[in-house]
């Protein structure tokens, strides 16, 4: 994120990373079972989230998709043959979308009945099938939902020397937020690094 604590511009730009941290996220994903965002970072970034800057196996995609909007001609489905992708839906899912995506060789995972996947029974499902380390990488939607329902561990941010600003950027968490700065997240620091131009902090979640 930027300082400021922005993870894309006004107008969707999100390249802020360094090359020296883009070289330890690879490693991370390396050496997880699986890599998490939400549809709208998929919509925006059309992201591959293999590794390519790093020696290892990629780990699986998972997308959380609750509508199926995932396009056909997106990365990650293009090469669902190749590394295997998971998309997360509700039972809302249009089921002409969810038939065209199992064909391209998409595994769709329905998880709740609501407008929105519930996060907990696709966690367990994931579990099931030896997914059990997940890297979540947004987008600020995602990331208020994983945290705020208690299902972040670790949360791990590199800092690019850069301000952004805008009212209508993209924060790291979004979301509703807390009302009240007691109920707010208790992190503990666990180190902090320099890779690159990016510092980066590395923080526990406590939990109660």
């Known amino acids: 994120m930027s300082l400021d604590g922005k993870i894309a511009t006004a107008g969707g730009e999100s390249r802020l990373s360094s090359f020296e941290d883009l070289e330890r996220v690879h490693r991370i994903r390396a050496e997880v079972d699986g890599i998490m965002i939400g549809i709208g970072t998929l919509l925006a970034d059309d992201p591959g989230l293999t590794v390519r800057l790093a020696t290892g196996r990629s780990p699986q995609r998972i997308v959380v998709d609750s509508k199926s909007r995932t396009p056909i001609d997106a990365n990650v489905v293009r090469t669902a043959l190749e590394t295997p992708t998971i998309i997360a839906v509700t039972s809302m899912a249009p089921e002409k979308r969810i038939r065209q995506l199992q064909k391209a060789g998409v595994l769709v995972l329905r998880c709740g009945r609501g407008p929105s996947v519930s996060l907990p029974i696709l966690l367990r499902r994931l579990r099931v099938m030896g997914i059990k380390r997940i890297l979540l990488e947004g987008g600020g939607s995602l990331s208020w939902s994983m945290l ?39 992190l503990r620091l666990g180190s902090v690094r320099k890779y690159g131009e990016d510092l980066v902090v590395r923080y526990r979640v406590l939990t109660d």
């Open 148 to 186: 705020s329902s208690g299902l972040v561990d670790e949360v791990s941010v590199a800092i690019s020397p850069r301000i952004l600003g805008g009212a209508d950027a993209t924060t790291l968490v979004e979301g509703e937020g807390f009302k009240r700065i007691r109920d707010a997240i208790k």
